[in-house]
């Protein structure tokens, strides 16, 4: 059973529109979200997070919300850019402390295609 | 070389082969990770080791058997793998739990 869903497969958008990826997850443990961009013959990249202490955190053209009562995330890219065409993977786990017990346990989605277009 | 490296990139071998991927991090980190991404399915966490002790095995078949000989350097070593362990299979590391930083992988196709 999946506890980590991202429903689209893929997107396409404009360059210079909005992207929103979305990811929903089950596990009402999660307290800690990343999002993870891979490039094709690369390993995923890390782009920003979220603890559920927040609801919004924004990184320049990156902006990840979270709505811990649907169990829900989305990442918002803005104006998306060519570049920015890669696999975006959620990911969730229980808050990072360090030293403690399975905290370091990432359950991933399986990614969502974003193409860019010119 | 920076952040974390694997080798080789990609590998063919067979069923009876004995074959072994290489990661090695240059960020100082002292937790690295072993995850497995097949086709159409999310990233699974394979093994993870925490200061050269191996602190989970995720139910992974004795064929993969890890080795952490200091906190830069993790191997998987491969022995009697099936087609169906082709994959591409990814390193990482953390500094303690915290975020996870991805080598490029090695895609590995079994024969």
């Known amino acids: 059973d999946q506890q980590v869903k991202q429903n689209s497969p893929s997107l396409s958008v404009q360059e210079g529109r909005i992207s929103i990826l979305n990811c929903d997850y089950t596990?009402?443990?999660?307290?800690?979200f990343l999002w993870y961009k891979k490039y094709p013959a690369e390993g995923p990249t890390f782009l920003i997070s979220?603890?559920?202490?927040?609801d919004k955190n924004e990184d320049g053209r990156f902006t990840v919300f979270l709505n811990k009562s649907a169990k829900h995330l989305s990442l918002h890219i803005v104006p998306s850019q060519p570049g920015d065409s890669a696999v975006y993977f959620c990911?969730?786990?229980?808050?990072?402390?360090?030293?403690?017990?399975?905290?370091?346990?990432?359950?991933f989605g399986k990614g969502t295609l974003l193409t860019v277009n010119p | 070389e920076t952040g974390v490296t694997q080798t080789p990139r990609h590998l063919v071998m067979g069923m009876t082969n004995k074959k072994s991927l290489k990661c090695e991090q240059h960020?100082?980190?002292?937790?690295m990770y072993w995850y497995k991404q097949s086709a159409k399915k999310p990233l699974e966490l394979m093994f993870v080791?925490?200061?050269?002790?191996?602190?989970e095995n995720n139910s992974v078949p004795s064929r993969f058997s890890p080795e952490c000989p200091n906190s830069s350097h993790l191997f998987l070593h491969l022995h009697t793998l099936q087609p169906e362990d082709s994959a591409l299979y990814l390193c990482?590391?953390?500094?303690?739990?915290?975020?996870?930083?991805f080598g490029p992988g090695t895609r590995l196709t079994v024969l």
């Open positions: 990482a590391s953390s500094q303690d739990w915290g975020v996870q930083f």
């Open positions: 596990n009402s443990m999660f307290d800690y």
């Open positions: 979220i603890s559920s202490i927040k």
């Open positions: 990911a969730a786990s229980e808050f990072p402390l360090v030293g403690g017990g399975s905290n370091y346990k990432l359950t």
């Open positions: 960020l100082g980190h002292n937790a």
């Open positions: 080791y925490s200061l050269e002790e191996r602190v």
